[in-house]
C-alpha cells in the first residue's frame, strides 16, 4: 500500500461495549473485591454468578470459538 492509499483508508472505529461484557467485568470486579475484604459469603455468590455468565457468554459464541 501507498502512503496514499494508507491515508484514505477508512478509519478504525471500535464498538461500544456491550452490555454482557459490562457486566461480566463488573461481576469479576465484584468477586475480586468481596474476595480481598473479606466477605465469603459475598464472594462465593459473585463468583458462581460470574462463573455461570462466563458459561453463558462462551455457549452463545461457541461457533468463534
Request: charged share 15%.
Amino acid at each position: 500500500m501507498t502512503t496514499k492509499a494508507l491515508a484514505t483508508a477508512a478509519p478504525i472505529v471500535r464498538k461500544p461495549i456491550r452490555t454482557e461484557n459490562a457486566v461480566l467485568l463488573g461481576l469479576l470486579g465484584l468477586t475480586f473485591l468481596a474476595g480481598f475484604t473479606s466477605s465469603k459469603s459475598l464472594h462465593i455468590v459473585a463468583g458462581a454468578v460470574f462463573t455461570g455468565a462466563v458459561g453463558y457468554h462462551i455457549y452463545k459464541r461457541r461457533k468463534a470459538l
